[in-house]
């Protein structure tokens, strides 16, 4: 666990990180390896060098316990894409509207209220509430893209491998 749960009225506000080491947001998602093999080599290839060069940016919300990261949004934004590419809240931390917060700075980043997103089919159900919130259109069903033997749903547009 990335902290102790803390009592569910001290989480208030939810402070901006200052900047935090690649390593530190790259910790709590390094989990998402079991949907998505070799995430840690696409944060390191693709998304350190896009945060150094802007194509990309994080976007989060820490813990005021302990600043450990409780959100993390994480945005492509190039001349041929705008994409959301990670959207992630601990589980002590959801339903408490941090993924919508993280995703509506990542929306207005992006320069577009519906980005290119995928969710995989064992996330979906998830996700649903979310996706009906921001009137996110399924645009794709691709099976084995990142897994073999799965599904990834993506909205409102077209996937692109490796981004």
Not at 37 to 58: C, D, E, M, T
Not at 61 to 74: D, E, G, Q, W, Y
Not at 94 to 120: D, H, M, Q
């Amino acid at each position: 666990m990335l902290y102790q749960t803390p009592d569910i009225h001290e989480f208030g506000q939810f402070a901006r990180p200052t900047l935090h080491a690649p390593e530190e947001i790259f910790e709590p998602i390094q989990h998402l390896e079991a949907l998505y093999p070799g995430i840690g080599g696409w944060f390191h290839a693709k998304v350190i060098p896009g945060l150094r060069n802007g194509s990309r940016k994080i976007f989060s919300r820490t813990s005021p316990v302990n600043k450990t990261p409780l959100a993390i949004a994480i945005a492509k934004r190039t001349p041929e894409e705008r994409k959301l590419c990670t959207l992630w809240v601990t589980p002590e931390a959801r339903n408490l509207g941090l993924a919508a917060i993280c995703a509506e700075e990542a929306f207005s980043w992006l320069g577009t209220k519906k980005p290119l997103f995928t969710v995989p089919d064992l996330r979906i159900e998830a996700f649903k509430t979310l996706l009906n919130r921001w009137g996110f259109e399924q645009t794709q069903a691709v099976d084995g893209v990142y897994r073999w033997n799965s599904r990834e749903y993506v909205f409102n547009g077209a996937l692109r491998r490796h981004s």
